[in-house]
């Protein structure tokens, strides 16, 4: 299926899954929403997130994470940057999300990282998504 905004398919795969309560989500793979899926596991978000190969397409396999079984781990999810609107941030401009207890997913120079890393490192960038 062609999608015009691949990492907003994924957020969206990702919300309705875990409010459907369901164990396990597949999303089509590429380099920029596995190292997203990375950091979701790295930040606690999700619990694992392992890429199958199949011939026509290659799909992560991103398992979710509940509190108790029952709420899911992954309250909000948000996509913001935008193909119609790119939203940047300075180093000194990195939101904080929920008072700092949701993360900022940033594109930066070097590469996909959270708002604390990209502030550690004096970096600013595309603001991709907040998580909470």
Known sequence: MN?????ADMLTRI?????A???????PASKLKSEMARILVSEGF???V???????????KITLKYVDGKMPVVTGIKRISKPGLRVY?????????LGGLGIVILSTSKGIMTG??????????EILAYVW
């Not at 309560?21 to 999303?27: M, N």
């Not at 392992?50 to 992560?60: A, I, M, Q, R």
């Not at 941030?89 to 999300?97: D, L, M, Q, S």
Request: proline fraction near 6%.
């Open 15 to 19: 919300r309705n899954a875990s409010r």
């Open 46 to 48: 999700v619990a694992a």
């Open 21 to 27: 309560r369901h164990a396990e989500v597949l999303v």
């Open 116 to 125: 604390a890393e990209a502030h550690k490192a004096q970096l600013g960038g």
């Open 89 to 97: 941030a300075g180093k000194t401009e990195i939101p904080r999300v």
């Open 50 to 60: 392992e890429e199958t190969k199949s011939v026509p397409e290659n799909f992560l």
């Open 3 to 7: 999608v015009t905004d691949p990492i």
